[in-house]
């Protein structure tokens, strides 16, 4: 089950990323098999890059502790909070009938 990776910047990380961005996208570049999802986290107005969030095709915990480890941002100490969560995807799914099914266990459950 994948992981999602919520980042967000401490004070001032957000304008020191830029330093080091183009290492950051060979690091993504690198690791694209690994990752099915990610992107830049905005503020709610959408004028400023808060964070990102990655959701990473791993199993192992040990798996997403190596790779936050070697990702430049982390590395450079430019994340406040690293949340990380497991993740089941519904939409889009390989098995179109997903939610239907979902929804029929639910109304079993609830009768």
Do not use: K, W
Request: aromatic share 8%; with cysteine.
């Amino acid at each position: 089950m994948p992981f999602l990776l919520t980042c967000t910047y401490r004070p001032g990380g957000d304008v020191e990323r830029l330093a080091i961005r183009d290492i950051h996208l060979e690091y993504m570049i690198a690791n694209r098999d690994a990752i099915l999802y990610g992107g830049a986290l905005l503020s709610a107005d959408g004028a400023r890059t808060i964070g990102m969030m990655i959701v990473l095709a791993v199993e192992d915990p040990e798996a997403v502790r190596r790779f936050l480890a070697a990702e430049p941002y982390t590395s450079h100490g430019l994340f406040e909070r690293i949340e990380r969560d497991r993740v089941r995807q519904f939409i889009p799914s390989d098995d179109p009938q997903l939610l239907v099914n979902e929804l029929e266990r639910e109304r079993q459950r609830g009768a």
